[in-house]
């Protein structure tokens, strides 16, 4: 969730989990402010998850983040304080696989089966076959990029992601990247008030960006788009929570976007028309922090309460 932007180099570590706790103390006093409010119930959602109510899957250990799912079907998230990756097995245990020896925030499978890890220590590379994991260099302009946050692989195995730093709403200095397949880093935006979630559109067009602080999700081209009209514009202003934290985009390009501290998932249209809220039980936890889609299913994390929830995919 947080992170630092060039702090001093002797206390990047110390810098990083002073950040993350401030913040983390925040969002849970908030929380527990937000409880004694009526959840939002899901809208006009019916042809996405039927009435769309919430089933549990497993309870982990940890501040829950980055859950993807692997070429087998199995689901693995992250533990951002901890720094482990746990694989959820079919019985609700949590096997952690890896520690990332930092603090591991989003990761999603290559097509390889190897999984990408958005770490504050950089982009790392996890292969579950043989247990490695390595760092990828990114280098931006002689700058060595670390605090990731999220990411997202486009179809040629290029990767987007978000880099928030200490901004915030009176800092705005987050930025977005791009890291290509050869590993050249390129810019795709600045100066953002905590870039967070990030998803690819499903015509692969456009990026679209949480800007946390902002309570809003920018759309910026891909660096791929085809359109002559392609341009940088606000896709969605949200409202409830802090701020959307995770996002995807399904095979119709509907967005979700995990509201953080409302308890609920945002759902979009392709035309950035709000279908409505997929929101969790009035007793289950209020930081929900990221989403990932299985072929029948969205994954629903809860940090508050380290628990995993699911919906049915129509």
Known sequence: MAGFDRPPPCSLKETNMIQFARILASMMAFASIS???TVAQAGNLPEICGDCRP??????????EGPTVAPDGALWVT????????????SGQCTPKVKTGGHPNSAKFRSDGKLLIADWQGLLLF?????????????YKGEKIG???????DPAGGVYFTTPGKSSLANSTGRVFYRSPTGEVRLIGQNLAYPNGIALSADGEAVLVSEFAAKRIISYPSVTAKSPFATTYVFALTSGGVG??????????NLFGANLAAGEVLVYDRKAKLL?????????GLLITNIA??????????????QIWQVPRK
């Not at 533990?79 to 079919?90: M, S």
């Not at 292969?127 to 280098?139: F, Q, R, V």
């Not at 959307?244 to 390009?253: L, P």
Request: proline fraction near 6%.
């Open 35 to 37: 409880g004694m409010a």
């Open 55 to 64: 089933q549990p899957v497993a309870t982990c250990t940890g501040f829950l």
């Open 79 to 90: 533990d951002v304080i901890g720094g482990n990756v746990f694989k959820v097995e079919p």
């Open 127 to 139: 292969d579950p076959a043989t247990g490695s994991i390595s760092n990828l260099p990114l280098d």
């Open 147 to 153: 605090d990731l946050n999220d990411l997202v692989i």
């Open 244 to 253: 959307v934290d995770g996002m995807t985009v399904d095979e119709k390009g």
């Open 276 to 284: 409505g809220e997929i929101a969790l039980p009035d007793d289950a």
């Open 293 to 306: 889609l299985a072929k029948d299913r969205l994954y629903i994390i809860d940090a508050q309460k380290s």
